[in-house]
């Protein structure tokens, strides 16, 4: 199965985004193989730095750097899927500006539900920052759910157990490209929430 097959915008109705840059995952994926999947913000600026389009991507670089950091044996998007992970942003198209509407959020967190819906064996759900943690709200929200995760600065939000649809819920920062880089004092805490999440299918760091 590959999602970008299965989840589809009809309409484009979003007005701070760039559409021609609109990126659902095309990776060939077994869905009951998928245990984690990992939610981060908006699709990449250039469709050659995303997720699966090979090891050189900017994308793909930062998150074998996050799970390596976790413990994870990876050196490549290939190694991270063979542990059962599936990546993907919350946001489909790439962001125009530094941040992401709330009306955009909302309408493309209903591609992210069917996305999800496509994966039933998931144990965990990493959400790589506030993007990622309200569109998750989001579709809670709007299937009669409480929050998945409360309001509130992420560092004081680590901890507790959050679950959502059954699976534990992990809120985390984003790990996805230059800020994975820059932003040295959050690489710790990524790390130690992909390991907490690896942990639960089994995972543990050598």
């Known amino acids: 199965m590959k999602p970008s ?5 009809a ?14 995952p095309a990776v060939e994926i077994a ?13 990449a600026p250039n469709p050659s730095d995303g997720y699966y389009a090979g090891n050189a991507a900017l994308f793909a670089q930062t998150t074998v750097q996050a799970f390596r950091g ?3 044996q990876v050196s490549s998007i290939e190694d991270i899927l063979a542990l059962g992970v599936y990546l993907t942003p919350a ?4 962001k125009t500006g530094y941040g992401i509407q709330t009306g955009t959020l909302v309408e493309c967190s209903r591609l992210l539900e069917q996305e999800l819906a496509l ?16 569109a998750v709200n989001a579709i809670a929200k709007r299937t009669g759910q ?3 995760i409360p ?7 680590r901890g507790p157990e959050y679950h959502f649809r059954g699976a534990r819920a992990f809120p985390s920062y984003l790990q996805a490209g230059p800020s994975f880089f820059i932003e040295k004092s959050k690489r710790a805490m990524i790390a130690e929430d992909i390991a907490a999440a690896l942990s639960c299918v089994g995972h543990t760091a050598p």
């Open 5 to 9: 097959e299965c989840v589809r915008c």
């Open 11 to 24: 309409s484009f109705p979003c007005t701070d985004v760039r559409h021609e840059v609109y990126q659902v």
């Open 31 to 43: 869905p009951e193989a998928v245990k984690i999947v990992l939610i981060s913000e908006a699709a």
């Open 70 to 72: 976790a413990g994870a």
């Open 91 to 94: 946001v489909k198209c790439a």
């Open 119 to 134: 994966f039933p064996a998931v144990v965990a759900y990493l959400l790589m920052g506030d993007v990622a943690i309200k």
């Open 146 to 148: 409480p929050r998945v």
């Open 151 to 157: 309001a509130g600065s992420t560092y004081k939000l």
